[in-house]
């Protein structure tokens, strides 16, 4: 096992375009979180997932955000609609229940023109 | 919600020498995690050392130790005989037992600097 593997590393689209991002987390975690991170800033929480379900969203998590993971393993993180403002990298994390230390992935960058 | 603060926005040391990072945290639980990871300038955030918050005793891994003082919500981060590769953002956070409603809760980082 490779650790947490996060898909494309950088992406560059045009505003408006739809983004997804992957994330295969550890295969024995059975946690996954999504945060976002800008430039000069400490990661911010956006969602998390026990298992399949999706136990958490913040509210930075606006309506043109969804996150999946369908069958519990790896989750996809989409952006639709893009805007200059979702520039950022995305950093996927996992652990497993009662670990209480998340492993992060080395982020997807997101650059929106 | 819990906060956590670090008031050094940069920092910087010669090589060999000792450094203290700050950060203190705001929290009405008694029972939580704190971490301080490091990001290098590629990106991958790296944990450095975990502290519970039910053990009086401060962690300590090789070069790193931390001072944690639950009553004044401090948890400062020692590195002791500072190599070229421990130059990067480190950032202080904090974690329910269970992960919580938003997983790890950080701090806006310190950037550290090690001066050869």
């Known amino acids: 096992d490779t650790g947490v593997s996060q898909d494309p590393r950088h992406k560059i689209t045009k505003r408006g375009q739809n983004v997804t991002f992957r994330c295969d987390p550890i295969?024995?975690?059975?946690?996954l979180y999504w945060y976002r991170q800008t430039l000069g800033q400490g990661p911010e929480f956006l969602t998390y997932f026990q298992n399949e379900a999706q136990l958490e969203k913040s509210r930075l998590l606006s309506d043109r955000f969804s996150a999946e993971r369908p069958k519990g393993s790896f989750s996809t993180l989409e952006i639709q609609r893009t805007e200059q403002g979702d520039s950022a990298m995305y950093l996927c994390a996992s652990d497993y229940s009662g670990a209480n230390v998340l492993t992060f992935g080395a982020g997807s960058r997101l650059t929106v023109l | 919600a819990q906060t956590v603060t670090q008031s050094q926005p940069e920092m910087s040391v010669q090589e060999a020498e000792t450094v203290t990072l700050s950060c203190t945290y705001d929290t009405s639980e008694s029972d939580y995690y704190l971490f301080w990871y490091k990001q290098p300038p590629s990106r991958q955030m790296i944990l450095v050392i975990r502290q519970e918050a039910y053990k009086q005793q401060n962690a300590t891994e090789n070069r790193f130790s931390v001072n944690f003082q639950k009553a004044a919500k401090s948890f400062s981060l020692k590195i002791s005989d500072s190599q070229l590769g421990d130059a990067a953002m480190y950032f202080c956070a904090y974690i329910l037992p269970g992960g919580g409603a938003d997983g790890l809760t950080f701090g806006k980082g310190t950037h550290l600097i090690i001066q050869p």
């Open positions: 295969s024995e975690h059975n946690r």
